[in-house]
C-alpha cells in the first residue's frame, strides 16, 4: 500500500479531492482538506519534509493582500447597483423603439443591450435575469420563436464573460500572472466579434424564416412625432455627426495623447477605439442638452431617449475601460471609479436607496468571500501537488500529444468545455487553469491569448446542459404557467425548459466557431497587446565586452598630465569625464539598435 502510493501520490490525490466533491462538500473546503489531508499523509510516509506548510501562513496573507482581487467587488457591486437602478429596463424598452420596425429588432436590441449591460456591470446573472423579466414577454407578445427569444436572451447576458470588465478575465489574469490590463485588452475585440456574429445571426434568421421574428407593430412604437413620423432621421443625423466626430478624434489621437502621456510608440488600438467612441458620445449628450435647454426642436423624441438613456452607460464604459487601457487608473482603480460612477447613476436616476445598497453591499460581499476562500482552498491543494511533483506529472500527460501547441490547445478547450457542463467557471479557474498555465508557458504559448480562449470557452459553460447556470437564470423568470397578456389580453403558453436548452444550442455553436476563430489566428488577441522590446543578446554580450575593454584600457593608459598640481586639477576631470562609461546608456543605446 504505501509503495503505491509512493508511486501513484499525483493521481490519488486527485481521486480524493473527487470523493470530497462528490459527498457535497464545498469546493473551497474540499480544495483546502484534499491539501492537508494529503499533505499530512506525504509527512508520513517520508514524501514531504516535516515543514512543507510552514510557508502557507505567508502565502494565504499575501493573498489578502492581493490589489488585484479587489476588483472583483467593485466590479460587483457596480453591476448590481446599476442592475436595481433599472437601467436595463430604460435600456431595452429603447434600443427596442430604434430597432423595433425591423424584423429581428427586438432580438438585435437585446444583444445590444446584453452588450452594454456586459460592459457596464459584467455580471451574468444581472443581465440574464433583467433581459428575462423584460424582453421575454414582448418577444413572447408579438409571436417571436421561443426558440430563438430564450437563446438569444441567455447567450446576450453571458457576454459579462468575455467582455471586460469581466470577473472571469480578473480570475484568469491573477491566475496566469499576468496583467489584468493586457487581459481586458487582449478581450476587446474578440468580445466586439463575438457580439458581431450573435447580430448577424439574427440577421440572416430575419432573412430566412421571418415569421419568427416578427416586427414591432404600430402601436407598440410610443415615441412617435406629432406628425407621425417615427424619428430615426434625426437619430440618423445625429449619429452621423458624431461618427464624423469620432473619426476626426481617431485620426489626431496620438497627436494629442502622446504628447500628454509622454509616449513615444503608436497609440493600441483598443485605446483609439474607447477615446473615439467617447469623444463621439459626450458630443451626442451636449447637443441633445442644448437642444432641450433652448428649446430648439431639431432632435427628435427619440433621438433624445436615446441620447440620454445610452449616453450614461457609454460615459462609465469611458470612466472604467478607458482609465485602465490609458494606463491612467489600475484595474482595481478603475473598478472603484466604476462603483462611484454607478452609485451617481442611481442617485441621479433618483433610484438610490439604503436598501438598495444594503443589497447591493452585501451581495458583493458574499461574492468576494466566496472567490477568497476559494482561492485559500486552492493554495493550500497547490502546496501538496507542488510537493508532489504534480506539475510534471500534468506536463507528462500532455507532452505526448501529437500537434505540438495546437494539439495541446484543442485537448485543453474541450476539456474546459466537458468541465464547464458541470461546474462553475470559478472552480475551473482555480483549480484547472493553474495546472494548464506551466505547460502552455512551457510550450511558448502566449498566456493572455491562452486565457482569452479559455474565456470564450468558459463563456460556453453558462448555456451548456444540464448545468448551464444562464439556462438557470432565465428559468427562474420565464413563465411557468400560462398567463393572459396585460396588453393584448392574449392567452400566452408557459415557456418550458426544453425551450430553454433547446434554444441555447445554436448560440453554443457561434461561441465554439469564435472560440476556433480566436485559436487560428492569434493576432486578433496580441495584436492589442504592447509589443515588448526584443534584444539581441548577442548584441548586448558585444557591448558589454567593449565596456569591460574600455575600463581596461583606461587603467592601463599611464598619466600625461605631466605631473604639476595645477596640471593634475586641470587635467584629472578632463581624463575622468573622458573615461566615464554609462552602464545603463550604453545598454539603451544597444537595446534601440536591437530593434
Known amino acids: 500500500m504505501v509503495e503505491f502510493l509512493s508511486a501513484n501520490f499525483v493521481p490519488v490525490m486527485f481521486v480524493g479531492l473527487l470523493a470530497f466533491l462528490l459527498i457535497g462538500f464545498p469546493v473551497a473546503f474540499s480544495l483546502a482538506a484534499t491539501g492537508l489531508f494529503f499533505g499530512l499523509i506525504g509527512m508520513e510516509l517520508g514524501l514531504f519534509p516535516s515543514n512543507l506548510f510552514q510557508a502557507l501562513p505567508l502565502r494565504v496573507f499575501g493573498i489578502m493582500q492581493n490589489d488585484t482581487l479587489l476588483a472583483i467587488p467593485f466590479f460587483t457591486l457596480m453591476g448590481i447597483v446599476l442592475e436595481r437602478s433599472r437601467m436595463a429596463e430604460d435600456l431595452l424598452e429603447t434600443v427596442g423603439q430604434v430597432f423595433g420596425p ?51 436572451i441567455t447567450a446576450s447576458g453571458t457576454l459579462a464573460q468575455a467582455l471586460p470588465p469581466s470577473l472571469v478575465l480578473i480570475v484568469l489574469a491573477d491566475q496566469l500572472g499576468r496583467s489584468v490590463g493586457d487581459m481586458y485588452a487582449g478581450a476587446l475585440v474578440p468580445g466586439l466579434m463575438l457580439v458581431g456574429l450573435y447580430l ?86 451636449g447637443l441633445a442638452l442644448l437642444n432641450r435647454l433652448f ?21 462609465l464604459i469611458f ?7 490609458l494606463g491612467v487608473a489600475t484595474p482595481t482603480e478603475g473598478g472603484a471609479m466604476g462603483a462611484i460612477g454607478a452609485l451617481i447613476m442611481a442617485g441621479a436616476r433618483r433610484t438610490l436607496s439604503f436598501k438598495l445598497l444594503q443589497q447591493a453591499l452585501e451581495n458583493s460581499t458574499k461574492l468576494a468571500i466566496f472567490v477568497m476562500f476559494i482561492l485559500i482552498g486552492s493554495t493550500v491543494f497547490s502546496f501538496t501537488f507542488n510537493a508532489a511533483d504534480g506539475h510534471i506529472w500534468v506536463e507528462h500527460l500532455f507532452d505526448k500529444l501529437p500537434g505540438g501547441q495546437l494539439g495541446f490547445l484543442i485537448v485543453v478547450n474541450f476539456m474546459v468545455f466537458i468541465l464547464g457542463m458541470f461546474i462553475d467557471f470559478f472552480e475551473i479557474a482555480f483549480i484547472v487553469v493553474p495546472l494548464l498555465a506551466p505547460v502552455a508557458d512551457k510550450l511558448g504559448i502566449d498566456l493572455i491569448w491562452f486565457g482569452i480562449i479559455l474565456a470564450m470557452n468558459l463563456q460556453t459553460s453558462f448555456l451548456t446542459p444540464p448545468f448551464g447556470f444562464a439556462l438557470f437564470y432565465l428559468r427562474s423568470v420565464a413563465a411557468r404557467n400560462d398567463y393572459d397578456d396585460v396588453v393584448t389580453g392574449k392567452r400566452i403558453k408557459a415557456v418550458t425548459t426544453a425551450q430553454i436548452y433547446k434554444g441555447s444550442i445554436a448560440f453554443i455553436v457561434l461561441q465554439v466557431i469564435m472560440v476556433a476563430v480566436i485559436l487560428f489566428n492569434p493576432g486578433i488577441v496580441t495584436g492589442n497587446l504592447d509589443k515588448a522590446v526584443v534584444v539581441d543578446d548577442a548584441a548586448v554580450r558585444d557591448m558589454l565586452n567593449n565596456m569591460q575593454d574600455l575600463q581596461a584600457d583606461d587603467e592601463d593608459e599611464p598619466d600625461m598630465s605631466g605631473g604639476g598640481e595645477l596640471g593634475d586639477e586641470a587635467s584629472e576631470p578632463v581624463a575622468e569625464e573622458e573615461r566615464e562609461v554609462d552602464p545603463a546608456k550604453a545598454l539603451e543605446d544597444a537595446m534601440k539598435k536591437a530593434e
Open 102 to 152: 425591423l424584423r429581428g429588432g427586438v432580438g438585435i436590441a437585446v444583444v445590444l443591450v446584453g452588450a452594454l449591460l456586459a460592459a457596464t456591470t459584467g455580471v451574468v446573472a444581472a443581465s440574464v435575469i433583467s433581459m428575462g423579466l423584460i424582453a421575454m414577454p414582448i418577444m413572447l407578445r408579438y409571436g417571436y420563436n421561443r426558440t430563438i427569444a430564450t437563446g438569444t
Open 295 to 315: 428649446g430648439l426642436g431639431l432632435l427628435s423624441r427619440l433621438t433624445e431617449r436615446v441620447t440620454f438613456v445610452l449616453i450614461p452607460p457609454l460615459v
Open 319 to 325: 470612466l472604467v475601460l478607458g482609465t485602465i487601457f
Open 200 to 285: 448577424l445571426f439574427i440577421v440572416v434568421v430575419a432573412l430566412v424564416k421571418p415569421s419568427w421574428v416578427p416586427a414591432l407593430p404600430p402601436e407598440a412604437r410610443i415615441y412617435n412625432e406629432p406628425n407621425g413620423s417615427s424619428g430615426h432621421l434625426s437619430l440618423l443625423a445625429l449619429l452621423v455627426v458624431c461618427a464624423i466626430a469620432s473619426v476626426l478624434w481617431s485620426q489626431a489621437h496620438e497627436s494629442i495623447m502622446n504628447p500628454w502621456l509622454g509616449r513615444e510608440n503608436a497609440a493600441p488600438g483598443d485605446e483609439v477605439f474607447i477615446l473615439s467612441t467617447a469623444i463621439g458620445a459626450f458630443l451626442a449628450l
